[in-house]
């Protein structure tokens, strides 16, 4: 299954690219574009801006998980799969599989403009691998959450306009910019949003800045915020992810 995926990515690149490529639009537009336009207190905000990135990188697997499961149910691969004489973890597990590992390799070059336009790893090489483990970690869990809303909705139509819908969850976090000045309600939901956990994370292991004490517990705690969300969002959606496939529409 692993392998089946990998070989729809490379017969149909398009979603991959468009995923891979997104976040180095944004990092050229709002590095350059709001750049200049958004104090940064003792940071500039490139170096603010790359492991925000990274962080909606890794929550971009709920919108690919929701199209790939949602267009194999659409066209009826699920149902042919379903036939075969094998796990019915192993279809799931196929696509969350192929996911990560592509999303390894798409996050080089996100990386190497960081760093060409300035963004530098700061902190120590172990904890700059314990930040790509995380980030792979969430992407995975978010790929999983994406999964099991796809085998739900089992439309490729409805799927896309669904996970272009999920553009707002990066804006609703301190990937992009700090919550600090953000109404009371707000900031609250920004903080305790995943990804928020996540920007603060690689932040705090790329050496690029130190948590905010007076934030909510998973921004203050980043590492093991994103841990906890991470484990949560897995031990939820994997069982439910599998059987789902394995009741199919019924």
Known sequence: MLGRHLQRIKA???VMILTQTMPITMLL?????????LAMPGQEYRAFLVPGLL????ANGIMV?????????????????????MSRAAVPF???AADLLTTAIGMIPLILVGLAVGWRIEGGPLAALGAFGLLLLLRFATSWLGCWLGLLIRNEEIAGQLGSATFILPL??????PTDNLP??????????PISAMASATRELFGNASPAADAAWPVAHPVAGT?????VLLAVFVPLSVRRHARGGE
């Open 55 to 58: 962080a909606a990188t890794a």
């Open 12 to 14: 149909a690149p398009g």
């Open 65 to 85: 998980g929701m199209f790939q499961a949602s267009q194999d149910c659409h066209r009826g691969v699920m149902d042919r799969l379903r036939t075969l004489p």
């Open 29 to 37: 537009f709002f590095g350059y574009v709001f750049g200049s336009a």
């Open 94 to 96: 196929g696509q969350t």
């Open 184 to 193: 009371g309600w707000l900031r609250t939901v920004a903080e305790w949003n």
């Open 172 to 177: 609703l976090s301190s990937a992009y910019i």
């Open 227 to 231: 841990l906890a969300w991470s484990v």
